[in-house]
């Protein structure tokens, strides 16, 4: 079984549209126009467990809305797809446990507390118990090099320590998997992803 599937997924945007000024504003509060943005179009694709897929084109080409619907942060206009055997916007609870997302404008991690403390926080949250969350904060620190950087402020990392720590932190309690590997390099994601 593929570890995604997607089929036909379609995600159009009703926006509305306001003239400016006063005028312009109370036309939109009593008689609104809307147009309509197509982010996403009939994407179908399937990926299976360990491979790598990177998503590369103009800003509004449907990148972000394609993971958002993959994590089940969007619904669809149209279309199926499964994560893991989930069907993300009706599962997404249940998905959450098993996959970790990064968007690079919405750091996981605090700033000024070291790495292992939000990890740790990420047990607690994950209902864990401080054993088995030791455990799995030792092999994302492995599979990600980050051992000497869990205690390290994260206002003091450079930007690429940052990312690798913030897709770490993205990971849930049982598999090790990144939809969007922002400003990590292919060769350390490849490396990871095969860790479960």
């Known amino acids: 079984m593929p570890a995604i599937e997607v089929s036909n997924l379609h995600k159009t945007f009703q926006t509305k549209r306001k003239a400016a000024g006063m005028s312009g504003s109370m036309r939109a509060l009593f008689k609104p126009e809307y147009s309509s943005v197509e982010a996403v179009r009939h994407l179908t694709f399937q990926m299976e467990a ?101 205690e390290t402020p994260v206002r003091k990392l450079s930007l690429g320590q940052r990312m690798r720590c913030e897709v770490a932190a993205r990971n849930g309690p049982s598999k090790l998997s990144k939809l969007t590997p922002t400003g990590i390099c292919p060769a350390q994601c490849r490396q990871n992803y095969h860790i479960s």
């Open 50 to 150: 360990g491979e790598l897929l990177g998503f590369i084109g103009p800003n509004g080409a449907g990148k972000s809305t394609t993971i958002k619907m993959l994590t089940g942060i969007l619904h669809p206009t149209s279309g199926d797809a499964r994560v893991l055997g989930y069907i993300p916007w009706t599962q997404r609870q249940q998905l959450a446990f098993h996959i970790g997302t990064v968007f690079g404008q919405r750091p996981q991690l605090w700033y000024h507390l070291p790495a292992i403390d939000t990890f740790t926080l990420f047990g607690k949250i994950y209902e864990m118990d401080d054993r088995a969350t030791q455990t799995r904060i030792g092999q994302i620190a492995e599979a990600f090099e980050i051992q000497d950087l869990l």
